[in-house]
């Protein structure tokens, strides 16, 4: 950011440190495909400022501005942890952002992290840590040592944004994630005819040839969720399964007819 430009940012987001004390997480559910049940929950950070809402992507951006980006990271994975984390029922996934490039020593800046699940009483089997901004992490090599701290405290990783963001075809290969999400732009109004499903096809068959799990994200309508799990996807998120909220409250009704019943 140019510093003009990062000064004129500040000022236009002087709300920030305020509204950064005020942290809330809106809970999205992942449905496993094969079953119809709750996977699990991805935590998306959200701030109460003067009574309205404020989103990932403003929060992210005046953090950035302010030179805080990577206290920020670390404020919102504490904070989705002590807040979500008590939500989960038994054997539900707790995804949690986290933007890599604001991890300087692993084993330094995870600590907190840790402190967080102990203060909750949370299982770090039930974390999953979903990588995000991937484009601007070039040192594979440090996300790598990441990955596998994570990893070695018993949590899963995610990668975002396959197929239309920045995540290569290179970045599975090498990272060999738990799991990995495909961009929304593929599955945005996605029909048997349309021309992304034979792409759709090779990167789940990609995926799973690395023992890596897919989810389809963007899932809008019945027919896309039918779809992608005739695609062998492994998971799916979306409005059709259910909005974001502050509790976990399951899948919508109207998508569990999806599911064939015994």
Same mark, same amino acid.
């Given at each position: 950011?140019?510093?003009?430009?990062?000064?004129?940012?500040? /000022?236009?987001?002087?709300?920030?440190?305020?509204?950064?004390?005020?942290?809330?997480?809106?809970?999205?559910?992942?449905?496993?495909?094969?079953?119809?049940?709750?996977?699990?929950?991805?935590?998306?950070?959200?701030?109460?400022?003067?009574?309205?809402?404020?989103?990932?992507?403003?929060?992210?951006?005046?953090?950035?501005?302010?030179?805080?980006?990577?206290?920020?990271?670390?404020?919102?994975?504490?904070?989705?942890?002590?807040?979500?984390?008590?939500?989960?029922?038994?054997?539900?996934?707790?995804?949690?952002?986290?933007?890599?490039?604001?991890?300087?020593?692993?084993?330094?800046?995870?600590?907190?992290?840790?402190?967080?699940?102990?203060?909750?009483?949370?299982?770090?089997?039930?974390?999953?840590?979903?990588?995000?901004?991937?484009?601007?992490?070039?040192?594979?090599?440090?996300?790598?040592?990441? /990955?596998?701290?994570?990893?070695?405290?018993?949590?899963?990783?995610?990668?975002?944004?396959?197929?239309?963001?920045?995540?290569? /075809?290179?970045?599975?290969?090498?990272?060999?994630?738990?799991?990995?999400?495909?961009?929304?732009? /593929?599955?945005?109004?996605?029909?048997?005819?349309?021309?992304?499903?034979?792409?759709?096809?090779?990167?789940?068959?990609?995926?799973?040839?690395?023992?890596?799990?897919?989810?389809?994200?963007?899932?809008?309508?019945?027919?896309?969720?039918?779809?992608?799990?005739?695609?062998?996807?492994?998971?799916?998120?979306?409005?059709?399964?259910?909005?974001?909220?502050?509790?976990?409250?399951?899948?919508?009704?109207?998508?569990?007819?999806?599911?064939?019943?015994?």
């Amino acid at each position: 950011m140019a510093p003009l430009e990062r000064w004129a940012q500040r /000022l236009s987001t002087d709300w920030f440190f305020a509204a950064a004390q005020q942290l809330q997480f809106h809970l999205q559910p992942v449905a496993e495909l094969h079953t119809g049940r709750v996977y699990g929950y991805e935590a998306l950070v959200r701030a109460d400022w003067n009574g309205a809402l404020v989103g990932a992507g403003p929060l992210l951006q005046a953090a950035a501005a302010h030179g805080q980006a990577r206290a920020f990271d670390a404020l919102a994975r504490r904070g989705a942890i002590r807040q979500a984390a008590p939500l989960l029922k038994d054997g539900e996934i707790l995804f949690i952002n986290f933007a890599p490039g604001v991890v300087y020593n692993p084993d330094v800046c995870l600590q907190t992290t840790f402190q967080a699940c102990r203060e909750v009483g949370a299982d770090f089997s039930q974390l999953l840590f979903e990588v995000t901004e991937s484009e601007a992490f070039p040192d594979l090599h440090l996300l790598g040592r990441i /990955l596998e701290r994570y990893r070695a405290e018993g949590a899963q990783v995610a990668l975002d944004d396959l197929g239309a963001g920045h995540t290569s /075809l290179t970045f599975l290969a090498q990272l060999r994630p738990d799991i990995v999400k495909l961009d929304r732009a /593929l599955i945005r109004d996605l029909h048997g005819a349309d021309p992304r499903v034979p792409l759709i096809l090779a990167l789940i068959q990609y995926a799973h040839d690395l023992g890596i799990r897919v989810v389809a994200e963007g899932v809008e309508t019945a027919s896309e969720l039918t779809l992608v799990r005739e695609l062998g996807a492994d998971y799916a998120q979306g409005y059709y399964l259910g909005r974001p909220a502050p509790a976990a409250t399951g899948l919508r009704p109207e998508c569990l007819t999806a599911w064939p019943r015994a």
